[in-house]
């Protein structure tokens, strides 16, 4: 089975760290990985000019590409992204929009796929949630299962505070233990539905 996981960071540091000890942890476990890195990434924003609707493909010729590949190629998918202005990246709303040329493709492209959701704020508090939240209905918009740590915890998916360091997020003992949470139950659903 295949994870892609998109660091939705515009640059690599505490993201990147973080979607990488989970993404080896499920290669560990016997899952393929793939990273998409935002970084020095050319992508777009949607324009609304509707020639996906027409045309079955984006008039927008940049490195979303390998996004497209990456969603329709996988059974499993991790946003990770970092808090910004107390939701997800400015980077992870381009490609969330622009997921629209996919399924002016094929509407089901991505039903059934698995989803969790990291979030990485520079603060404790910092608006963590919205960014799950901002997720978790992108999944479901797109028929995505969305899944958290459960009813015990990390209810809506991995949440880590980076005091905006990466030595520091390395110390953030209980953003690694709501991503061990929030793995179990990913990988407990890639294996039980796909
Ligand atoms: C434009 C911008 C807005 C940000 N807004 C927030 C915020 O609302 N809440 C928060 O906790 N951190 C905020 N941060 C801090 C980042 O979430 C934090 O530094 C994170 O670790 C960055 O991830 P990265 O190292 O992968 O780039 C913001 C950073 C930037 C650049």
């Not at 505490?14 to 970084?39: H, P, R, S, W």
């Not at 929009?97 to 520079?122: F, W």
């Not at 991995?158 to 110390?171: G, P, R, T, Y």
Request: hydrophobic residues 35%; glycine residues 10%.
């Amino acid at each position: 089975m295949k994870v892609f996981g998109i660091c939705a960071s515009p640059r690599k540091n505490t993201t990147e760290y973080v979607l990488k000890i989970a993404l080896d942890k499920l290669e560990e476990n016997g899952f393929e990985t793939e990273m998409f890195i935002c970084q020095a990434k050319d992508i777009k924003p949607c324009m609304h000019c509707d020639y996906c609707l027409e045309n079955k493909k984006c008039v927008i010729d940049d490195d979303m590409g390998s996004v497209y590949e990456g969603l329709q190629n996988s059974d499993g998918i991790i946003l990770a992204t970092p808090v910004q202005s107390g939701g997800v990246s400015s980077n992870l709303s381009a490609i969330m929009d622009r997921t629209r040329a996919l399924e002016a493709v094929d509407y089901n492209i991505l039903r059934g796929k698995i989803g969790m959701s990291i979030a990485v704020g520079g603060d404790r508090t910092g608006g963590q949630d919205f960014a799950h939240l901002k997720n978790i209905t992108y999944f479901m918009i797109h028929g995505i299962i969305p899944v958290s740590g459960g009813p015990f915890g990390s209810n809506l998916g991995a949440s880590f505070w980076s005091n905006d360091s990466l030595d520091d997020i390395k110390e953030d003992e209980y953003g690694i233990k709501s991503l061990n949470r929030t793995l179990r139950e990913f990988e407990n659903f890639l294996n039980k539905y796909i």
